[in-house]
C-alpha cells in the first residue's frame, strides 16, 4: 500500500536513492536532513528521478519541536531512518559526536514517533556490528563484536529498538544491516559525492581515475585473505534501495523488530575491486600499500538468504555493474555543485 514515508538523512548517498526507489514503488518520500554532509542541489536530482513533488525539510534528527511539525504537517505512516555519521576511522577520534548523533538521534526520532501514532520503522544499521565473524558467509545470528565506535553506535541503537519493540506490540521495526554500499543511479544523476576525500574505495577510485588524487592508498597488505588485502560485500546502492522498500511492504504484515542483513552475499577483495574498476574506467590506477585502518576486519560478506526468504528480496547487481555506475557518475561530474 503507498503511504508518506520520512526519510532522515533522506539528501544523503544512500537516502537519496532510498527516496527515488520509493517513489517508484508508488511512495510519497519527505526528506529530512541537516545537509552537514550532502548538497540542496540534491533536491532537485531526486524530484526529477522520482518524477513527483517531494518535500525536504531541513533540520537535525535530534530537534524534537522540528520532528513534532514533521509529523504534524505531513501525513507519515512510516519512517526509513538513515541520518547519522557513519566514517569508521572519524568514528574513533570522534566517539560523542558519534553517540550523540546516531544514537540519541534514534532515541529522539522514536520518541517523537511514538507521539505521532507511527510505528512502522526501517534502521540503517551496518554490518560494522559484527565485527570480525568467527564464520562465513555471516548471518543475522552471529555475535556482536563491533571493532570501531561507529559500530557500536550501531549496536547500541539496535539494542534499544529491540527493547521498544519487546515493552510495545504495536512497533513494526525492521533493522536493515547493510555490507558495503557502492554505485550510483544508472542515470547519473543522483551517486556519492562525499566532500573532501573520500573515505570509502570506489568513491577514492573515482576521484583518483578523475585526476584529483595522486594515488590510492591499499589499508593493509597483510590480512589473513588470499591476496593480503581485506575482503568485503560490496552491494550496489540501488539493490540497497529497493531492499529498504521490500522491507517497508513487509513491515506492513509483521510486527516486532527483525534483523536483516542485506548484501550481495559474496566477498571481493580490495585488489579485485580494484581490478574490476580499472576494467570499467580503461585506466589504471597508481596505487601503493599503506597500514591498517584502526576499527577495520580482515574479511566479511553477508548470507542475505533472510531478505530473500521473508521479504522476497535479494541483490541482482554484481561487481562489474557498481564499478561501470560509479565511474559513469563520476564522469558526469560526480557532484552536485
Sequence with gaps: MASTVLVTGGTGYIGSHIAVALAAAGH????????????????????????????????????????????????????????????????????????????????????????????????????????????????????????SVYGRTKRQTEEFLRDLARANPNWHIAILRYFNPAGAHPSARIGEAPRGRPNNLVPLMCRIAAGEYPELSIHGSDWPTPDGTGIRDYIHVQDLAEGHVAALAWLAQHAGART??????????????????????????????????????????????????????????????????????????????
Aim: charged share 25%.
Design 28 to 147: 510519497v518520500p519527505v526528506l529530512l536532513d541537516d545537509f552537514s554532509n550532502s548538497e540542496h542541489a540534491v533536491v532537485d536530482r531526486v524530484r526529477e528521478l522520482a518524477g513527483v513533488a517531494v518535500t525536504c525539510v531541513e533540520g537535525d534528527v535530534r530537534d524534537t519541536a522540528l520532528l513534532r511539525r514533521v509529523f504534524h504537517d505531513h501525513p507519515v505512516t512510516a519512517v526509513i531512518h538513515c541520518a547519522g555519521l557513519k566514517a569508521v576511522g572519524e568514528s574513533e577520534a570522534r566517539p560523542l559526536a558519534y553517540y550523540d548523533v546516531n544514537v540519541n538521534g534514534s532515541l529522539r526520532l522514536a520518541e517523537v514517533m511514538g507521539e505521532a501514532g507511527v510505528n512502522r520503522l526501517v534502521f540503517s544499521s551496518s554490518a560494522t556490528v559484527y565485527g570480525q565473524p568467527d564464520v562465513l558467509p555471516v548471518d543475522e545470528q552471529a555475535a556482536l563484536r563491533p571493532h
Design 260 to 337: 536483516i542483513n542485506l548484501g550481495l552475499g559474496r566477498g571481493y577483495s580490495v585488489l579485485e575491486v580494484i581490478a574490476a574498476f580499472e576494467k570499467a574506467c580503461g585506466r589504471v590506477l597508481a596505487k601503493a600499500f599503506g597500514p591498517r585502518r584502526p576499527g577495520d576486519v580482515a574479511c566479511y560478506y553477508a548470507d542475505a538468504t533472510r531478505a530473500e526468504r521473508e521479504m522476497g528480496w535479494r541483490a541482482t547487481r554484481a561487481l562489474d555493474a557498481i564499478c561501470a555506475d560509479a565511474w559513469r557518475w563520476q564522469q558526469a561530474g560526480g557532484r552536485y555543485r
